[in-house]
């Protein structure tokens, strides 16, 4: 409802209460008595209420939050009381947008069973799931903004039934996509081995924390792709059509379980957990020909000439910032000693080196999108 009325920042700032909530909790958990090595059955009465009690007072603060917000938006909820027959048509007109809904969620927890069951079998579970973590924190903070400003328009165009709209404002999204991720899978490419070793040494043994950094970098192209899949099926739904995602999603499925059953009978065990992630982006790179083949055949030409530029231009200015930061890496390599200090000066070093070096090819190329960017979600 607060997307509908063009109200973004008081739904963007609730995670942030949730957020503040839990991580109250953690510091009240860490002050308990108890056991020094934590497991379920050793856990306290105390600590278990604490960790059940905080975290559901983050998701009920994070909903007073919208609450308020909606609230002083105009929002005004009113409830409404209707005889069985009048209940039941909206319920029937619905239930084949639903049915395909459904279809699409089961066919999800399809490939996740099959990825989860491998990953139990090679031991690689926590490795997998935190690669997917980490692959998935670009998209929560770069596409997802980006894609919940862009919903609304489009929702309206084709409710209004102006085509024009729509493959403009696709075309817009795919752009500015691209201008996010790109640079982002080749950040993920070189820093994605040396952010895992700073986040997870200690935490997990070298060989694990190594085999999360290579999943990361091995399934970094994956990103972009993933997020035009997201808008594409977003432009679907605009037109009330769940029956081409869930097309589109059973295509992503296969891919991934084909490849995923290639890795078990052809790779060692470690090779199949990086493959798993692998898996993932291949299905991303299916699903957003596919969805860009549908698109094409349902509106005629998308304009998708623009984007071809635009992509063009940030893969050149990608790689400019792609060499300073392995120049980066190189020198912090032969002159810090300790491991441990070369990762996080390699990481910092390089995500500086890499922004500016991205930004300044960025202006000399001429990609108007990164100068527009702000006026994108300020629109």
Not at 31 to 49: D, F, I, N
Not at 86 to 114: E, F, H, K, N
Not at 188 to 195: A, D, E, K
């Amino acid at each position: 409802m607060l997307n509908v009325r063009d109200s973004f920042a008081a739904a963007a700032w609730a995670p942030v209460v949730n957020n503040v909530i839990v991580l109250a909790t953690c510091g009240i958990f860490a002050l308990l008595p108890g056991p020094v090595t934590l497991t379920p059955a050793s856990m306290t009465t105390a600590q278990v209420l604490t960790i059940g009690i905080g975290t559901t007072t983050g998701i009920a603060g994070q909903a007073v939050w919208v609450i308020f917000a909606l609230r002083r938006n105009g929002f005004q909820w009113k409830w409404r009381v209707r005889p069985v027959p009048y209940t039941w048509r909206p319920v029937r007109a619905g239930m084949p947008v639903l049915g395909w809904i459904l279809t699409y969620a089961a066919i999800s927890q399809v490939g996740v069973g099959v990825t989860m069951r491998v990953a139990f079998s090679h031991h690689g579970v926590s490795i997998y799931t935190y690669a997917d973590l980490l692959f998935q924190v670009p998209y929560g903070i770069l596409a997802a903004s980006l894609l919940t400003v862009l919903m609304p328009r489009i929702s309206r165009s084709a409710a209004a039934g102006d085509q024009d709209a729509v493959i403009a404002d696709l075309g817009r999204g795919a752009r500015y996509l691209t201008v996010a991720l790109v640079p982002m899978t080749m950040a993920m490419g070189l820093l994605g081995p040396v952010l895992a070793a700073v986040v997870f040494t200690g935490r997990v043994d070298a060989q694990a924390a190594g085999l999360i950094g290579t999943a990361i970098a091995s399934s970094a192209f994956g990103l972009a792709p993933f997020a035009l899949v997201m808008l594409q099926m977003r432009v679907f739904y605009a037109n009330n059509n769940t029956r081409t995602p869930t097309l589109i999603n059973i295509a992503m499925v296969a891919t991934k379980v084909a490849v995923v059953a290639f890795s078990v009978n052809v790779f060692p065990d470690h090779a199949v957990v990086v493959m798993l992630s692998v898996a993932g982006s291949l299905s991303y790179v299916v699903g957003a020909i596919m969805g860009h083949v549908l698109l094409r055949r349902r509106y005629g030409l998308l304009g998708f000439s623009a984007v071809a530029l635009t992509f063009t231009r940030v893969i050149w200015a990608s790689a400019t910032a792609g060499w300073a930061c392995l120049a980066i890496m190189v020198v912090a390599r032969h002159t810090v000693p300790d491991p441990r200090v070369e990762h996080v000066v390699t990481l910092a070093a390089g995500t500086l080196i890499g922004v500016t070096a991205f930004l300044l090819a960025a202006k000399a190329i001429g990609i108007p999108e990164v100068r527009n960017a702000r006026a994108l979600l300020a629109a």
